[in-house]
């Protein structure tokens, strides 16, 4: 299990420096989920993802990437970087945090089963997922979206993609690699 370091304005980490406008983040030189603790209240505030279960979520994605740090899947994608152009390169960003997404979705789907989540919870957390997609953010920052600058994907897919995680509960669901479409 990684390790959770919350921090205020910036950390150093094993994968460098990172400031408040990183975000949150995983690291998997030191297997560890970095949460500024200002990007809370930036998530209720800018994003209009509020709710408890909102946060959660936000942890259990960067631990889903955890999750694809042990199944090697992290190493892999990284090593296509200098293989292809950034536009492509971008496409398999997106495949990467929509499957975290999806591990996120099998993470509330085993707390429900143990009776931990709240009515309203699931709602949180897939106001989370669509508040924080790439096409969301650009169109708020400049009025408009560039699909191929993509890296997390769109608002709808990352809804849909932890909600499959949710309604299905296994790993197998979310080979977004292998999806014909997204």
């Known amino acids: 299990m990684p390790k959770l370091v919350l921090y205020s304005g910036s950390v150093d980490s094993a994968c460098g420096r990172?400031?408040?406008?990183?975000?949150?983040?995983?690291?998997?030189?030191?297997?560890?989920?970095?949460?500024?603790?200002?990007?809370?209240?930036?998530?209720?505030?800018?994003f209009r993802a509020s709710g408890d279960f909102a946060m959660a979520y936000v942890i259990a994605h960067e631990v889903g990437h955890h999750v694809q740090n042990l199944a090697g899947t992290l190493g892999k994608v990284a090593a296509l970087q200098s293989r292809m152009g950034e536009t492509e390169y971008n496409?398999?960003?997106?495949?990467?945090?929509?499957?975290?997404?999806y591990y996120a979705g099998v993470w509330a789907h085993f707390a429900e089963r143990m009776k931990v989540l709240e009515e309203g919870d699931i709602e949180e957390a897939l106001n989370?997922?669509?508040?924080?997609?790439?096409?969301?953010?650009?169109k708020n920052a400049r009025g408009?979206?560039?699909?191929?600058?993509?890296?997390?994907?769109?608002?709808?897919?990352?809804?849909?993609?932890?909600?499959?995680?949710?309604?299905?509960?296994?790993?197998?669901?979310?080979?977004?690699?292998?999806?014909?479409?997204?």
Request: hydrophobic fraction near 30%; charged fraction near 25%.
């Open 91 to 101: 496409r398999y960003l997106v495949r990467l945090e929509l499957q975290a997404d």
């Open 128 to 138: 989370a997922a669509s508040a924080v997609g790439d096409d969301r953010i650009q």
């Open 18 to 46: 990172s400031g408040g406008s990183t975000g949150p983040f995983y690291c998997p030189a030191d297997e560890r989920v970095y949460i500024d603790l200002s990007f809370y209240n930036e998530l209720q505030n800018r």
């Open 144 to 182: 408009y979206a560039v699909p191929d600058s993509f890296t997390h994907g769109t608002s709808e897919q990352r809804a849909r993609w932890f909600y499959k995680g949710f309604t299905t509960g296994t790993l197998r669901g979310g080979d977004t690699f292998g999806a014909e479409e997204l």
